[in-house]
Every structure is written in structure tokens, then in C-alpha cells.
């Protein structure tokens, strides 16, 4: 049997499907499992968008669109962003995609050479994908360390003293998976005088949940002075619409958007035709839809904060945005006897029927920074009351009666 490459050998993967593999061969034995583990809406894409959908498939709009998207969507996908963020964005500059997720390989294969240790510094804990398109692209990972102490953001400082002269690219998400934690726009001023002492160092910008926030405005590194024409703002229509499965995403850099287009070209040739036309929607159409489905998220954010603060050994700050709570678990783990937050995971998934992630499917555990386990609160009020209830009986019976 011929050998596989190293980079596929090492190539990592989104531990919330493997999780939920485990999930399903458990339900398929007749377990009775309330799932925190998948990051996606538990809404339907709002019926005007469903609509424009059928109307480009009854058009005929059946064929490959240009690999940068219709124009259409790259003018809607422009205004959008721009609006959101304060800034004139051109639609030539924007790139539409399969989803938002593949503009992270772009982004680090057109600022990274292969072997050659480039670095890319990126959060930690974070979005999995990061760490493992670093690697298979050949780059160096550099973890940046997201603190409790501040919400889950992280010290200007410590982003300074990892910089190299091999840097070639900082890795931003705000609002961030998986804690919930924002970068306030002072943040960001922070950040970004930092990175004008480093004026070859690209940042991308991922802000998918950036219409998912619950208090304040948004903030992108992108809007402050001499940001943008270095910043890959990279969004997408899965987390506002509901449209995870559409798969697609929107991607801006006024340098690399042409780079951007022939790695699509390369890749997918163009992302899906009709989708693209019921992203159009989307974003040009009626909004209510995506501002219920938003305080929907809100109003779970304060129930389930509300009731794992309630849970013995058990400590959840309030997350700023997209629709994950990260709570520390330390004491719960010493109550039970677990290991860390990965026996504890296992032991709720098998024992007490709760999924949920664990902070070692993000990334190597932050030093001194003790354990925690990811819900994602896109379920209902019903699933999140009972499964922080059998999360805490669980606690509570295996723990001496403490």
C-alpha cells in the first residue's frame, strides 16, 4: 500500500463533528443525549432567502458563476461589511467562497511559504481549523494565550513578545469561538499599535459572529487608521442567516483579493450558484428574521450563564457575543474525581447524557489557567434547563454530597 504525506498524517480536524459522531452512535443505541457540541443554528433559514433560492434554481442559475462570486453578491457582501465596520469597501475587493472557512487556508498559503518557518501567531484557545491549516500549509503555529482575568481577550503585551521576524500573520476572532469574548475597540487600538511597529505582518480578521453581539458595537481592527489595507476581514451568511449549510462566505483585501480568486479557481471554481443568490437576499433583504434569531441567542446567554453559576463547582463569565459559554470547571473536576475537562466530557456524555466540548478540542490547554468545557447555546430553553440539570445532579451525586 503506497504511503500517505506527512501533512495528511498530521492534518488535525473540528473535534465538535467527532464529538457529535459519538453523539449519534449513542442515539442510535437508543441514549437519551442533549448535545452543546455543534456551533450552528438551530433555526431555518429565514423563508425569504428559502424563496430566492427556488426562484435562481426555476432561473436556470444552475451553472458556474466568475471564481470571486456573482457581482451581485460582492456589491451586497461590500456594502454590508463596509456598513457594519465603518469603512468604504470595494466590491472588486471582495471574494466570495464556500463557506467562510476556506479563506483561513487562502489567507496563511498567500502570506506563508511552505518550510520555510514563517509563523502565524494565532488565539489559543481558538477555532481548531487554525492551528491545523498552519501546519498543513507548512507554517510554524504560535499560540497566543486568551486570559479569564480579561473576558478571553489577551495582553497587547504577550502578542509583542511573540513577534518574530519570521511573523507573517496574526489570527483575530472577535466575537471569539469558543469562549464568547469580544476585542472591545480598545482592544483592538492596543493590538493595532503594537502591529504598526510591525508593519509586514498581515492580520486576519475573522468576524463571522460579528452580528452576533449582545452589548455595545462592533469592532474590527479593520476600521482604525491603516488597518484595513492589511487586514483580511473574512464573514459569511452561516451564523446570522442560519445558512450553515449554504456554505457560503465573503472574504476582503484590497491586495490579496485577486490572489484570494485564483485559490478558488484552484479549489472549489466557484461556490454554489444558487446559494450565492440566497445570500444576495440575505443581506439585501428583510432583517427581522436574523434580529429575532440574535435576541433569541441573547435571552439563552443569560439562562444558561444563570444556571451553570449554579452548578456546584462551577464558574461561568458572561460571554460577549456569538453563542458559546466557556465555563471554568476546575472545581467541579476535583469534586468528581476527574483528571481535567476531558474526563469530565466523557463522564457527562456517558453518564448523565450531556455533550459538550472540552478545552483540549481548541487547542493545548492554556497554562494556569485551569479547566473548562464548551456549550454552544443554539438549543432550545427546554435543552439548556435540562442539560445544565443533569450536569449539576451529576456533579452533585459523584461528589460525596458535597
Known amino acids: 500500500m503506497p504511503a500517505t504525506s506527512r501533512r495528511t498524517a498530521e492534518l488535525g480536524t473540528e473535534n465538535a463533528f467527532v464529538v457529535l459522531a459519538e453523539v449519534n452512535e449513542l442515539v442510535r443505541q437508543g441514549k437519551n443525549i442533549i448535545s452543546f457540541c455543534i456551533g450552528q443554528p438551530d433555526f431555518h433559514t429565514p423563508v425569504n432567502i428559502q424563496d430566492a433560492a427556488v426562484k435562481a434554481i426555476r432561473e436556470g442559475r444552475h451553472g458556474y458563476t466568475p471564481s470571486a462570486g456573482i457581482p451581485e453578491l460582492r456589491a451586497a457582501a461590500a456594502a454590508d461589511m463596509g456598513r457594519l465596520r465603518g469603512i468604504a469597501i470595494d466590491p472588486e475587493h471582495v471574494v466570495i467562497g464556500a463557506g467562510a472557512k476556506p479563506f483561513i487556508a487562502y489567507t496563511i498559503l498567500c502570506t506563508t511559504d511552505y518550510g520555510v518557518g514563517d509563523e502565524v501567531i494565532y488565539p489559543?484557545?481558538?477555532?481548531?481549523?487554525?492551528?491545523?491549516?498552519?501546519?498543513?500549509?507548512?507554517?510554524?503555529?504560535v499560540p497566543l494565550y486568551l486570559r479569564e482575568a480579561r473576558d478571553f481577550a489577551f495582553d497587547p503585551a504577550e502578542l509583542e513578545a511573540r513577534i518574530t521576524p519570521k511573523t507573517k500573520l496574526l489570527i483575530l476572532n472577535s466575537p471569539h469561538n469558543p469562549t464568547g469574548g469580544i476585542l472591545t475597540k480598545k482592544d483592538l487600538e492596543d493590538i493595532a499599535a503594537v502591529l504598526r511597529r510591525h508593519p509586514d505582518i498581515w492580520i486576519f480578521a475573522d468576524e463571522i459572529y460579528s452580528r452576533l453581539l449582545y452589548?455595545?458595537?462592533?469592532?474590527?481592527?479593520?476600521?482604525?487608521?491603516?488597518?484595513?489595507?492589511r487586514t483580511i476581514i473574512s464573514d459569511g451568511a452561516s451564523k446570522t442567516w442560519a445558512m450553515t449549510g449554504w456554505r457560503i462566505g465573503f472574504a476582503s483585501n484590497p491586495a490579496l483579493a485577486p490572489h484570494f480568486v485564483r485559490w478558488v479557481t484552484n479549489t472549489d471554481s466557484c461556490a454554489s450558484h444558487i446559494s450565492q443568490w440566497a445570500a444576495v437576499e440575505a443581506?439585501?433583504?428583510?432583517?427581522?428574521?436574523?434580529?429575532?434569531?440574535?435576541?433569541?441567542?441573547?435571552?439563552?446567554?443569560?439562562?444558561?450563564?444563570?444556571?451553570?453559576?449554579?452548578?456546584?463547582?462551577?464558574?461561568?463569565?458572561?460571554?460577549?457575543?456569538?453563542?458559546?459559554?466557556?465555563?471554568?470547571?476546575?472545581?467541579?473536576?476535583?469534586?468528581?474525581?476527574?483528571?481535567?475537562?476531558?474526563?469530565?466530557?466523557?463522564?457527562?456524555?456517558?453518564?448523565?447524557?450531556?455533550?459538550?466540548?472540552?478545552?483540549?478540542?481548541?487547542?493545548?490547554?492554556?497554562?494556569?489557567?485551569?479547566?473548562?468545557?464548551?456549550?454552544?447555546?443554539?438549543?432550545?430553553?427546554?435543552?439548556?434547563?435540562?442539560?445544565?440539570?443533569?450536569?449539576?445532579?451529576?456533579?452533585?451525586?459523584?461528589?460525596?454530597?458535597?
Request: aromatic share 8%.
Open 124 to 141: 489559543n484557545p481558538g477555532f481548531p481549523i487554525y492551528e491545523s491549516q498552519i501546519l498543513a500549509c507548512g507554517a510554524v503555529p
Open 283 to 402: 443581506l439585501n433583504g428583510p432583517q427581522e428574521e436574523p434580529r429575532k434569531m440574535r435576541d433569541s441567542f441573547r435571552a439563552r446567554r443569560d439562562l444558561i450563564v444563570g444556571l451553570l453559576n449554579r452548578v456546584p463547582g462551577v464558574s461561568c463569565k458572561l460571554p460577549g457575543g456569538a453563542f458559546y459559554a466557556w465555563p471554568n470547571v476546575t472545581e467541579a473536576c476535583r469534586m468528581i474525581g476527574a483528571k481535567d475537562s476531558e474526563a469530565l466530557r466523557k463522564r457527562l456524555l456517558n453518564e448523565a447524557g450531556v455533550a459538550v466540548l472540552a478545552d483540549i478540542h481548541f487547542g493545548a490547554r492554556v497554562p494556569d489557567e485551569g479547566q473548562h468545557i464548551r456549550f454552544s447555546y443554539a438549543a432550545s430553553n427546554q435543552a439548556i434547563e435540562e442539560g445544565v440539570a443533569r450536569m449539576a445532579e451529576f456533579i452533585r451525586s459523584n461528589s460525596g454530597g458535597t
Open 215 to 229: 452589548a455595545g458595537e462592533f469592532a474590527s481592527i479593520a476600521s482604525l487608521a491603516g488597518m484595513y489595507e
